[in-house]
Structures are given as structure tokens and as C-alpha cells.
């Protein structure tokens, strides 16, 4: 349901004699802070400035098409501006509802149009197309033009460079560099999103959202001065089965054309979020609010925790059967579920026959439907991992087959790749699994783009470099990464990070482990984790047997809300420390994370308005830098002035749940 108000402010028919003015044309943001102005002489140049501060000077915007082209040297002729400001409900997300206000400005040109939108925290701007028939996109240009050498924090893409093919099949999944847009490193991609750390505090983050038909974005700086460009894998032409256990298409040649197109089109908005202190990055909502509405009824769609097999290798004691991908370790798990009021158990990679991509090739040792009638009469859903290529082979015929089983959902892994086929298949599969009422949460993916809005079925996305890295990765930074996502990958949308672990380490301490993993990091920063990060379908990483022998933890855990009625940022740097309160019904969370530096925060609990308000805590204990496992819980009386104050350990966290009396 939208309540919503729309004004069309001006509009303005270009005369004929005015048809060679090129500008500059202006918007400002409804709170006059944000402005684009656009010029359109040889090139469409675009600068956005912030409290009189430019951020991007002359950035150009264009697109090739096989029988036009749009952005050089064409006229306006027309100019229209209108405002919106509506607030729409949001389901399966970090708020019930959004407040959508923007002012809006369209260029028309011969043949297509050129949006912008100015919001209170950010632009963007998409090409609308308004020829009939079908042709290809060669290219685009979308050029973001620095107006200084600042420093930025890219994720590189975690390939070898000796090309751009080479990077273009990834998992989406790297930490952050941190150094000078001129530092770029050579022939290195980075996927999105990215900062950018401009003067004042101001932060400009790069990203892109309703991309539903088109290849994903990724930028290169290629001239080691301060403009980003865009860069795009072209259309697949042949492909080969292979990769990770025969599940992926592997790109053998691609076309001379990054897109086909038919029709009238609306291609993906380029968005550039602008907030003036790094807190408001993390409650970022431009992606979700460009992207294109859900049509249809969603409130099946079931948020909540996952207890998950993988991460913890099955890894289960004091039973009298053999653990692994079996029957009775599926019980065991399901029992768990349910006695902790947990939603969902899944079987992921092993329930199906290996190198087969076959979704309807199940392993001896699973029995899928007794399995889904006892989760049913336990309260249990159970959720099904797929490999790409064995979902994408008949996806119609898996999702009813499993659906009627009782299936709630699926996991889909592995498609590590973004150009337009790809982006194609997760609409599709969106599609397919919302006929059927079932979930879909897509791993080895890139960013979210708002797809998680037009089929709020997509509960889940991995595209970070999540808790699963901790399982092999000996030299990783996790807690700084931990304090760096919400402020980049988290703009974009949800994230699958996998948080949970009652194995917690300090950096001293820590060391990968395949059956037995581990944290970095306090037991205290994992809770908070359920609390920082947005995450509708949101995993309990560790093995049961661990979770029973952690009640306290386990129950906080449980109880969390995996969506929200209201999301604030408290109080945030990026890469050093970060504060988020959560709203669910008349409960609030509070959870806080540190970078290795021990830190005392005084949290602004002022939200809670009037009355007598109790807290639940979790906090490090008093030799959590030394045994990360150590935490203290208590229950306090919130201060009249609503001031708190908590001290972190290095690695550490806390988690509040706050209750009125």
C-alpha cells in the first residue's frame, strides 16, 4: 500500500529556437543540500554538489545502441520537473515503511529520455528508451568524475588480472582497499558498491538498483586520475558446464554487445548516495526506493533464522549415529529448530547426487519427503541448497516438485557472473519461485539491486565476505571488515554474512579450522551481528550440540527479529567502530561493534521516548581480550537522560534488548 502525494512543479516545451541550448539544466534535493546540474552541448555532463561542495564535475553519461546513440551531441526538447513524496510499505525488510521523497527531472530527446532524481541523501539518473523494436546495447558510458584525489575503499575483484574476461566470472566477494583514486591498481575491476571519502566527512557511495534485464556495473579507473568508468561484461555467446562441481555455465565467448534490448526500455538506475556523516550510509534506503515496485500478494513470505549444517561440518556429538548428510543428522537439527523456536533448517550441498546438476537426484541417505513431514510436524520449514546450472535446467518442474513436497524455499549458489544472461536468470528464478510460494536466497551473487523489492520472495543475498572465510582463511582481517560492510556492501541491500559462531577467538588466538571453525572476535560481537546486519533469512552458523550448550546465547539469538518496524543508525565511522538500533513491535535492539581497538561508547538512547525502560544485555566480559568467549549478561535500568555507556573489548561487541516497563 502506497499513501502518496505527487506534484508536477513545472513544466517547460522547449521552443524550436531554444532547441540548441544545452544548458545546464538544475535539481535540487528536498532539502536543498544535495544538487545536479546537467549540461547536453557534444556529451551529456552531469555534477553533483553537496552543501556547495562538488563531488562529481562533468561526469558523462551515454549508451551506444546498434542503431543509435544516445548522449552525443542530441538537443533537449523537452524539460519537465515534478516532486514526489509518498510513504509505501516495505515488507521483509529493515522498516514497515519508507518515506519515498525526491525531486525529479526529465530530459527528453529524440528517442529516449534521461531521468534524474535528487533525494535528501543522495542523485541518480537512468536512460528511458523510447524506440520500438529490438536492438542491441553496444556500450555505455557512465563516467563518475572526482572532483578531487580522494581516498576510497574499493572491493577489487578477487581474480587475476591479466584480463577483464578473467575477473568477470567472481563470487562478489572481497575485503576493502583503502587508498587514493589515483592508487588505483592497474588492470584491477571492482564490483559495487564503493566509497568515496570526500572533504568534510561527506561520503559518496556508488552503486545501481532496478537492474531486472542488464548486465551488472563494475568500475575501473583507467587513467590514474579521479574518474571511475563503468565497465560491463558482454552478452554470452557460447558457454561450457563446469566450475564448482560441474553447477556453473562457463563463459567461452561472449557477443560484441553487452545487452538486447526490444522495445520500449528502462535501464538500471546509476546511483550515487551523498550523506554527511558515515552513520547515514548504514541506514541507507536509495536502492530499495529506486527500484521497481512488487505487484501481487508477498505476505507468505516468512522472515527468520536459519539453523544452518555447513559452516559447522555437520559437526554434532553425544548422539549414537554417524554425523553427516543423513537422515538422523537432519533430525537432530530439525529437533533443535524446534525447541528453540528457530523457522527454518537447511540441507545444504550433499542432499543432491554430486556432478550431476540434478536437482531430482537425491543421495541414498536423504529422504527428502519424510524429512519435510517431520520439520511439518515439528513447526519446522526446511530450505534446499541448489548449484546454478541445476536450478536453471528446469527450474518450473523443481520448484513444483518441491513446493508440493513442502520445500519452503531454495538456496542458489554459484552463478558468479553479473552480464545481462545471468541478471536475466535471477528474475526468472524470482519469478518461478513465487508462483509457488517459495523463498529464494541467492549465494555466490552480486550486490542486491533491488530485486529484493520486486520479488520480496528474494529474502536473501550472499555478495560479502561473510563468516564462511573464517573456515580457511588465515591472514583475513574479519573484524575490521565486520565494522566496514554496513557502511558499503549494506547500502545495497541484505547480506547472508552467517554470523553465530560460539567458537570466538582473538587475533592471537585465531586460526581456520574446516570442522571445527571459529570467530574473530568476541562471542558478544556475534550477537550484535543479529542486530547490525540487515538480514531477512538470517543463519545460525554453528552446530547445534554448541548452541545447547550455550542457552543464554542461544535464546538471545532465537529471539531476534531477522525484520523490522524501524531501523536507526546511532553512531558510526567506517572501518572503526558502528552502532544500530532496531524497532520490532514495542521492542527495541541495540547492537554495537569495535574494530581490535577496545573502545567505550556512550550510546543515545534517546528514541525511547517517555517512560521506565529495562535492558537486556550482552557484553564483554572483563577478559574478553584475552578469551573472546568471555561475556557478562544482566538486565539494567535505562537512565532517565537515556545516556548509556558500554565498553568494547578489542574484537568486541554488545547487544541490548530493551523492553518498557
Not at 242 to 249: D, F, K, T
Not at 294 to 302: C, E, L, M, N
Request: proline residues 4%; negative net charge; hydrophobic residues 40%.
Amino acid at each position: 500500500m502506497t499513501r502518496s502525494t505527487f506534484t508536477v512543479l513545472a513544466m517547460m516545451l522547449v521552443s524550436t529556437a531554444c532547441l540548441a541550448a544545452k544548458g545546464p539544466w538544475t535539481l535540487s534535493s528536498p532539502d536543498g543540500r544535495t544538487s545536479v546540474s546537467v549540461s547536453a552541448g557534444a556529451a551529456i555532463e552531469y555534477s553533483v554538489s553537496h552543501e556547495g561542495t562538488v563531488l562529481l564535475d562533468k561526469s558523462v553519461a551515454a549508451m551506444t545502441l546498434s542503431d543509435a546513440v544516445f548522449g552525443q551531441g542530441d538537443k533537449v526538447r523537452k524539460v519537465k520537473y515534478g516532486r514526489a513524496d509518498r510513504t509505501v510499505d516495505s515488507p521483509v525488510y529493515k522498516k514497515a515503511s519508507v518515506r519515498d521523497c525526491y525531486n525529479e527531472m526529465v530530459l527528453s530527446f529524440k528517442g529516449y529520455d534521461l531521468v534524474f532524481r535528487a533525494y535528501d541523501d543522495g542523485v541518480a539518473y537512468r536512460f528511458i528508451s523510447r524506440l520500438k523494436g529490438d536492438r542491441t546495447v553496444v556500450s555505455e558510458k557512465a563516467d563518475f568524475s572526482f572532483a578531487g584525489d580522494w581516498d576510497l575503499y574499493v572491493p577489487y575483484v578477487a581474480r587475476d588480472t591479466d584480463s577483464y574476461e578473467s575477473q568477470f566470472f567472481n563470487s562478489f566477494e572481497n575485503t576493502y582497499s583503502h587508498h587514493p583514486l589515483s592508487a588505483w591498481e592497474d588492470g584491477h575491476l571492482a564490483f559495487m558498491p564503493l566509497v568515496v571519502e570526500a572533504p568534510a566527512g561527506i561520503k559518496v557511495c556508488i552503486t545501481e538498483s532496478d537492474l531486472l534485464d542488464y548486465p551488472g556495473m563494475y568500475l575501473y579507473n583507467s587513467g590514474k586520475g579521479t574518474t571511475l568508468n563503468g565497465v560491463f561484461a558482454a552478452y554470452p555467446k557460447e558457454t561450457h558446464q563446469g566450475g564448482h562441481n560441474m553447477l556453473q555455465a562457463v563463459v567461452d565467448s561472449r557477443e560484441d554487445y553487452i545487452a538486447k534490448v526490444s522495445g520500449e526500455t528502462s535501464f538500471p538506475w546509476r546511483v550515487i548516495t551523498v550523506t554527511s556523516e558515515d552513520k547515514e550510509l548504514a541506514d541507507s534506503d536509495m536502492v530499495w526506493k529506486l527500484a521497481t515496485p512488487a505487484s501481487g500478494d508477498y505476505g507468505w513470505v516468512r522472515p527468520g533464522k536459519v539453523a544452518w549444517d555447513w559452516w559447522n561440518d555437520w559437526n554434532i556429538s553425544g548422539v549414537d549415529f554417524k554425523s553427516g548428510v543423513n537422515n538422523e543428522t537432519y533430525k537432530y537439527y530439525i529437533d533443535f529448530a524446534s525447541a528453540n523456536g528457530i523457522e527454518y533448517v537447511i540441507l545444504d550441498e550433499g542432499w543432491a547426487v554430486n556432478r550431476e546438476a540434478d536437482l531430482f537426484k537425491v543421495v541414498p541417505e536423504i529422504d527428502l519427503e519424510m524429512l519435510c513431514s517431520y520439520a511439518r510436524e515439528k513447526g519446522v520449514g526446511l530450505i534446499l541448497w541448489g548449484g546454478y546450472l541445476a536450478f536453471e535446467r528446469d527450474m518450473e518442474e523443481v520448484c513444483r516438485h518441491y513446493s508440493e513436497m513442502g520445500v519452503k524455499g531454495f538456496k542458489i549458489d554459484f552463478m558468479d557472473r553479473d552480464d545481462q544472461q545471468m541478471v536475466g536468470f535471477y528474475r526468472r528464478a524470482a519469478e518461478t519461485a513465487a508462483r509457488y510460494k517459495m523463498m529464494i536466497d541467492f549465494h555466490g551473487a552480486y550486490k542486491p539491486v533491488g530485486l529484493n523489492r520486486t520479488y520480496p520472495n528474494v529474502i536473501n543475498y550472499e555478495g560479502v565476505h561473510g563468516l564462511e572465510n573464517m573456515k580457511w582463511s588465515p591472514d583475513a582481517d574479519q573484524v575490521t571488515y565486520d565494522v566496514t560492510i554496513p557502511f558499503i556492501r549494506m547500502v545495497a541491500g541484505p547480506f547472508d554474512y552467517t554470523q553465530g559462531a560460539m567458537r570466538n577467538a582473538t587475533w592471537d588466538c585465531y586460526r581456520p579450522v574446516n570442522s571445527a571453525p571459529m570467530s574473530q572476535g568476541t562471542r558478544c560481537r556475534q550477537l550484535a551481528e543479529y542486530v547490525v546486519f540487515e538480514s531477512p533469512l538470517n543463519m545460525m552458523c554453528d552446530t547445534p550440540t554448541n548452541y545447547m550448550k550455550e542457552p543464554e546465547c542461544t535464546g538471545f539469538i532465537s529471539a531476534v527479529p531477522t525484520v523490522w518496524d524501524e531501523t536507526l543508525a546511532l553512531d558510526g565511522k567506517i572501518a572503526d567502530y558502528i552502532a544500530m538500533a532496531r524497532r520490532s513491535g514495542d521492542v527495541w535492539y541495540v547492537g554495537a561493534l569495535t574494530d581490535w581497538d577496545a573502545r567505550d561508547m556512550t550510546l543515545d538512547l534517546g528514541f525511547l521516548g517517555e517512560g521506565d525502560w529495562k535492558a537486556e544485555i550482552f557484553r564483554d566480559g572483563v577478559n574478553a581480550d584475552r578469551n573472546a568467549s568471555d561475556y557478562v549478561r544482566e538486565t539494567v535500568d535505562i537512565p532517565a537522560d537515556r545516556v548509556f555507556n558500554i565498553h568494547l573489548a578489542p574484537g568486541g561487541g554488545c547487544a541490548l534488548r530493551l523492553v518498557r516497563q
